[in-house]
């Protein structure tokens, strides 16, 4: 029987529940611009920073979403965030658009794409939902809209360890052959060795208490990326997940994955050196923008963690889903994700990216999620080294599945939960139908 493999970001996963209980009281960023002289009055609300925002969290802390909902109705009639085109001397400075316009801004103007797209069927393990051939449809399905399979599997001390075979898991294997009999070469692989971001795990009994410094850790972690490379041969390859949030709390550690990253390189390429070794972080931890969930989240800016893993890096990889901390895509500063290349020089992947699309939720809406896709291609579209693009999920988890805390985690498909399209399958279609010229 297939089972569907653990996809969902694990710092996205960790930080799911505290995400929408505190995304209120600490935006990252957020621009509202309504100027009389043409300046570009961005209000740039870091963590900690208090100001105009204080004013909206009460409001969304005493009388609730509804209405911080008619005071973005508002804004967004007034023409928000709403700039003149860049050297348009005679454009006005402030402009009225309809409520609408503003709302449905879901088109996709480029005319090509330099990246590879890629699909998560499902982003959790749904019982008796996705099992055996209907997890293969699915399967099968996301390789219609999207060039790669994407696969996150857990790290198996067990099976890699010593007296273990270093058989992969079957669901992963046929998963992976039918991606491919379907048409498509490129495969992703996300090996995840850490339980959350302050343990590496699961680890079984006899390895409690071990780190990324222990032999017993180690060297099962190099055996099953060798495994990977030969036995898939896939297109990127990473041993970890969103791995800067286990530098948050484990510093010292983290130099000694960083180590097995290094060392791991080196034996990928001498068994298949065209897989392409990357190193994977989320985009928000990164800048600090969980700085209220904790104290080891509460920090500024960590781009030097990138440097760290040179010279042996192929590619950087990202997680994105800045939901909680953006009202709608469109108040995202224009270089959200364009900082990441003052950073490095390597190309760039975005292995998960997502917005939420809840008929019933009236921030995260399907047409909002759509949005949310138009913006990012535009954004993507200016950057000159992203190599991959991948959506979080083609369906949206089953309704029986957990998060019941932060259901906008159920909600990141492009179809519902009853395989009905939602308006983002359309942008993401333009998306992927856009000629491919690297």
């Known amino acids: 029987m297939v089972k569907l493999l653990p996809v969902c970001g694990r710092v996205a996963r960790t930080r799911c529940r505290h ?24 209000a740039d609300f870091e963590a900690g920073h208090d100001g105009a925002w204080a004013s909206v969290k009460k409001v969304t802390e005493y009388l609730g979403r509804a209405v911080f909902v008619v005071a973005l109705v508002l804004c967004q009639g007034l023409g928000c965030g709403v700039r003149p085109p860049a050297g348009d001397d005679d454009a006005p400075a402030f402009s009225i658009r309809s409520l609408p316009e503003v709302v449905l801004d879901t088109t ?34 996301a390789v219609q809209i999207s060039d790669c399979f994407v696969s996150r599997p857990r790290m198996d001390w067990v099976e890699f360890g010593p007296d273990g075979a270093g ?15 379907s048409g498509s070469e490129c495969i992703i692989i996300e090996l995840d060795p850490v339980a959350d971001r302050r343990h590496v795990g699961i680890l079984p009994p006899e390895l409690f208490g071990m780190d990324f410094s222990d032999d017993e850790v180690r060297e099962p972690v190099k055996r099953m990326a060798v495994r990977l490379a030969d036995e898939f041969r896939p297109t990127y390859l990473s041993i970890g997940v969103e791995m800067n949030g286990y530098f948050e709390s484990n510093p010292e550690d983290f130099a000694n994955y960083v180590d097995l990253h290094k060392e791991t390189y080196d034996v990928v390429k001498a068994v298949a050196p065209e897989v392409q070794f990357i190193a994977a972080f989320n985009l928000e931890a990164l800048q600090g923008f969980f700085g209220d969930l904790d104290e080891f989240s ?9 440097d760290m893993f040179e010279p042996k890096l192929d590619a ?21 994700l364009s900082r990441i290349e003052l950073h490095t020089s390597r190309e760039i992947l975005f292995t998960e990216m997502g917005w939420p699309g809840d008929a019933e939720d009236p921030l995260h809406s399907p047409i909002s999620q759509a949005e949310y896709l138009a913006q990012m291609m535009r954004l993507i579209d200016r950057m000159a080294n992203v190599r991959l693009v991948v959506w979080a999920s083609m369906y949206d988890a089953d309704l029986d599945t957990p998060l019941a805390e932060t259901p906008e985690f159920k909600k990141l498909g492009l179809y519902d939960h009853r395989d009905e399209p939602k308006p983002s399958l359309a942008v993401w279609t333009s998306i992927h ?3 491919y010229r690297p």
């Open 19 to 42: 995400r929408f209980s505190r995304a209120w009281q600490r935006p990252a960023q957020l621009e509202c611009i309504i100027t009389t002289d043409g300046s570009d009055r961005r």
């Open 167 to 181: 058989e992969l898991n079957e669901d992963l294997t046929a998963a992976v052959r039918l991606s491919r009999d």
């Open 433 to 435: 139908n856009l000629p």
């Open 108 to 141: 996709v103007d480029a005319t090509e794409r330099r990246f590879l797209t890629g699909m998560v069927p499902v982003a959790l393990k749904t019982p008796d939902f996705d099992e055996g051939q209907r997890f293969l449809s699915r399967v099968e399905a």
């Open 316 to 336: 950087v990889a990202f997680s994105s889903l800045p939901f909680g901390f953006f009202i709608r895509a469109v108040v995202m500063p224009d270089d959200y």
């Open 298 to 306: 509460n920090h500024p800016p960590q781009w030097f963690i990138i």
